[in-house]
């Protein structure tokens, strides 16, 4: 798949909160992703196995989801970025507005990096 036809299926899938089917479907083995340095409680990850871990234990700690949203991506080469954002009540806290941009690198029709800047 070109990086233009992983950001649509990315799109489409996001529209229904299918993040598994994301990873499963367009994330290669060997993946990484990237978080910033100053956010307690999210950590980077390597490989496949630990993204999942990271995603499991991020919706392990909400308590309510009350919306969200992803907006179309921009591509550009082999780089596509998405603006994205929820609405979210975490354990122990009040609710809050999250919002973010996520750069996702393509490499061989599977996603190779995500990082993440909020």
């Known amino acids: 798949m070109t990086t233009q ?16 089917a994301i ?17 307690p409680g999210m950590h980077s990850a ?9 995603g499991v234990e991020m919706n392990e700690s909400v308590e309510t989801m009350h919306g969200g ?5 921009i591509v550009s080469g082999n780089h596509f970025a998405v603006v994205m954002g929820m609405d979210v009540t975490f354990k122990g ?4 507005q999250m919002d973010e941009i996520a750069v996702y690198h393509v490499a061989d029709g599977k996603i190779v990096k995500e990082q993440f800047f909020y």
């Open 5 to 20: 036809e992983v950001a649509n299926r990315f799109h489409e899938l996001a529209q229904t909160g299918q993040w598994e």
């Open 23 to 39: 990873q499963d479907e367009l994330y290669a083995e060997n993946c990484v992703s990237i978080e910033p340095g100053n956010q």
């Open 46 to 54: 390597e490989g496949i196995a630990a993204i999942k871990a990271k």
């Open 69 to 73: 949203f992803s907006n179309p991506p």
């Open 93 to 96: 806290a009040p609710r809050m």
